[in-house]
């Protein structure tokens, strides 16, 4: 078996796993970075925005109020520090990224230019270009990384983390090219594998986004929190079949496009919640006179995307969606079509070529689709450490920033912030010497290419669709307890026949043992999910009860969390820390402000 030894191990090479590494490395560790496909193919490309209280003359805004945005988006049910320190070091990460080389648009005096984003009141969202800000985030990333020679094996797939005592030692990654087994020790892990959209049918997420981070980290004794939060862009590609889930870019409405029903009513006005009413323009008038001057009530296109998505799915289920099963979004008829295919060149040609659709001429239709993970690994919010020693995790694989509700353009500055702690914080624990079982890791290589010498069994892709069909149809945006239950069912029958897949053939390009694989990960997250949902009996942010219509008193201070011993999943609700008197006094300072 090839091994190798470090200090700290990164699994993941999106924005999170990348600055980890660095971090790693800049105090002193020996790092290498495992990631099961190529280097630079990560969820993190489709970032648009990077959401920082940056200073600006004609800005009133500062970290106090990004931190205010951030726990009220959260509704109430995200870890009170994390949001404080988003807030106060994300404009020294997107600074210290500029300095690294990113290119980020500017303003003609020369500061960084920042734009509007949902449940943001302030501008407060930079970007590179109009959906290249995950992409120029990646590319200086990784430019980094090559400057200091941190060593990279892509295409491994990592299958176990693996103990040393009661503390993770390592990891056994099999690699894709020839199936064999590589045994990585490591003083300290940090996981940054991503989030598990693909545990859906439709979603934006990249194949790779299996959850794996998190069912490791599961398996290996660490507990999971906010699992039943997963939120649902409210926009994206309906149609054709091809394209649907597709990301449909937020900046459109951010640019003044609106949203239809298929009466033509925009529907938006009569969803408006409460805590938000006193902001929200009333009327067309008032809401498309703040496109022209932001200033005064904002329209109701920028609501968080979690009000927005259960406005799109109360009009679809109530017979007002479009023919295909969502609704329109309007830019044609309210900007110029030069100005569309100059400020947003990537929609047009995504929409010309994919649905033979001129946004400059006609309505797009949109539906929510499955984009973020609000849940993962629970971790310490100063140092990213999961709850078994020697484990840290950061990016979408963590839970606790975002609770019931992610604001645009606060994953890629998490990506920054948390992956900057939860890298030199490894590095800090790392003085450990792993003394793995080798027996036991050549035993888990044999279980997991188990697929390739069965001829006969179950299809690894026709068990996903199950997985996947379930999964939206029975804990998508709209959940019930029949429901949960009725998922919970198909998820366990996935799991049951996964032990007889198939995946006759060779290891290199196969994609059938490839999808076993990563079922593994799917089948345990997904149950995560729906555990955790039968849990939180009420509605709140992204997780809607069609049972439990209302929030519920008391369940704001209460997480759930999910742990898995003895080869069962189990939930328990577990009180979060409460917010401290001077911050719960700037939340309401803030609140008033707006009354």
């Known amino acids: 078996m090839e091994t190798h030894d470090f200090d700290v191990l990164v699994l993941g090479a999106g924005g999170a796993g990348l600055r980890a590494a660095l971090a790693a490395s800049e105090a002193g560790a020996r790092v290498a970075v495992v990631c099961k ?234 969803h408006v919640p409460e805590s938000y009413r006193a902001e929200i323009a009333e009327t067309e008038a008032e809401a498309d006179a703040w496109y022209e001057t932001p200033a005064g009530r904002r329209p109701p296109e920028l609501l968080p995307r979690d009000d927005v998505s259960r406005a799109i799915d109360a009009e679809i289920r109530a017979g007002r969606g479009t023919p295909n099963g969502g609704v329109w979004l309007d830019i044609g008829s309210r900007r110029p079509a030069e100005t569309i295919r100059r400020l947003l060149p990537h929609m ?106 069965r001829a006969h069994g179950e299809n690894p892709h026709a068990l996903q669709r199950r997985l996947q069909e379930g999964m939206q149809r029975f804990a998508g945006l709209t959940r019930d307890e029949s429901g949960l239950r009725a998922g919970l069912a198909a998820i366990e029958e996935v799991g049951d026949r996964l032990a007889s897949a198939s995946a006759p053939g060779g290891p290199g390009a196969n994609a059938a043992w490839q999808c076993a694989l990563d079922l593994r990960s799917l089948v345990l997250v997904a149950e995560a999910i729906v555990r955790s949902a039968l849990a939180r009996r009420e509605t709140r942010g992204a997780h809607v009860r069609a049972d439990f219509p209302a929030a519920a008193a008391g369940l704001e201070a209460l997480n759930v969390v999910a742990t898995h011993a003895g080869g069962r999943l189990q939930t328990e609700l577990q009180e979060r820390p409460a917010v401290p008197p001077a911050f719960q006094q700037l939340l309401e300072e803030t609140d008033e402000a707006l009354a």
């Open 37 to 270: 496909s190529l280097l630079g193919k990560s969820q993190t490309v489709m970032g648009a925005a990077l959401a920082a209280a940056l200073p600006a003359p004609e800005s009133p805004d500062r970290w106090e109020l990004h931190f205010a945005d951030t726990v009220r988006g959260a509704r109430g049910v995200n870890h009170w520090r994390m949001a404080e320190l988003l807030a106060r070091e994300a404009p020294g990460r997107v600074l210290e990224l500029e300095a690294w080389g990113a290119l980020l648009g500017r303003t003609a005096q020369g500061g960084i230019r920042l734009g509007e984003g949902s449940g943001h009141r302030h501008p407060r969202l930079a970007r590179s270009g109009q959906h290249q800000t995950g992409l120029e985030l990646l590319r200086t990333l990784q430019a980094q990384l090559a400057t200091r020679g941190i060593p990279v094996f892509a295409e491994h797939a990592v299958v176990e983390l693996l103990k040393s005592g009661e503390r993770v030692g390592g990891a056994l990654a099999l690699r894709r090219a020839d199936g064999a087994a590589v045994l990585f020790e490591a003083g300290a892990v940090v996981v940054a594998t991503g989030g598990c959209g693909k545990a859906y049918a439709f979603t934006s997420n990249f194949h790779d986004s299996t959850g794996d981070g998190c069912a490791l980290g599961l398996r290996a004794g660490a507990a999971l929190v906010d699992m039943e939060f997963v939120q649902f862009h409210p926009t994206g590609m309906v149609a054709p079949a091809s394209a649907r889930g597709l990301l449909v870019a937020e900046s459109i409405r951010n640019f003044g496009g609106v949203m239809r029903n298929a009466r033509n009513e925009r529907f938006l006005f009569n």
């Open 348 to 453: 047009y040609r995504q929409f010309l070529d994919l649905a033979d659709v001129d946004i400059t001429a006609q309505p797009m239709e949109v539906a929510p689709t499955c984009h973020y993970m609000m849940g993962g690994l629970h971790v310490d919010p100063e140092t990213c450490a999961a709850s078994v020693p020697g484990l840290f995790a950061a990016g979408e694989t963590a839970g606790g920033l975002h609770g019931a509700n992610r604001l645009n353009g606060n994953g890629i500055s998490e990506l920054l912030v948390f992956g900057e702690r939860a890298g030199r914080h490894a590095a800090q624990s790392s003085g450990f010497q792993s003394n793995v079982n080798r027996e036991d890791a050549e035993r888990l290589a044999r279980e997991a290419r188990a697929p390739l010498g």
